[in-house]
């Protein structure tokens, strides 16, 4: 189930809602109850796994290495990341 964030237009009150289904919208703002809500444009938040922080660390360099270019490339370059 995603969490929606919303801000009201009334206040500027900002609040998160958990939506169980398409149709499950906030009515109104949470803080004064005004139905002007507004939906905003929000970032999600990616959890990687020990391994692919290890992988940053210890990826070697190579021209083939993705790493090498572009940042961390999370062990999907298949080097030895021991």
Same mark, same amino acid.
């Given at each position: 189930?995603?969490? #929606? *964030?919303? =801000?009201? $237009? !009334? @206040?500027?009150?900002? #609040? *998160? %809602?958990?939506a169980r289904?398409? !149709?499950?919208?906030?009515?109104?703002? &949470?803080?004064?109850?005004?139905?002007?809500?507004?939906? $905003?444009l929000s !970032? #999600?938040? &990616?959890?990687?796994? &020990?391994? &692919?922080? =290890?992988? @940053?660390?210890?990826?070697?360099? !190579?021209?083939?290495?993705?790493t090498a270019?572009?940042?961390?490339?999370?062990?999907? @370059?298949?080097?030895? %990341?021991?």
């Amino acid at each position: 189930m995603p969490i #929606f *964030e919303y =801000r009201c $237009q !009334t @206040c500027g009150h900002a #609040f *998160e %809602h958990l939506a169980r289904s398409r !149709t499950d919208l906030p009515g109104a703002c &949470a803080k004064c109850g005004a139905p002007a809500i507004v939906k $905003q444009l929000s !970032t #999600f938040a &990616a959890r990687a796994d &020990a391994s &692919a922080a =290890r992988a @940053c660390d210890s990826c070697p360099a !190579t021209p083939s290495c993705p790493t090498a270019r572009r940042g961390c490339c999370g062990g999907a @370059c298949s080097h030895s %990341h021991a």
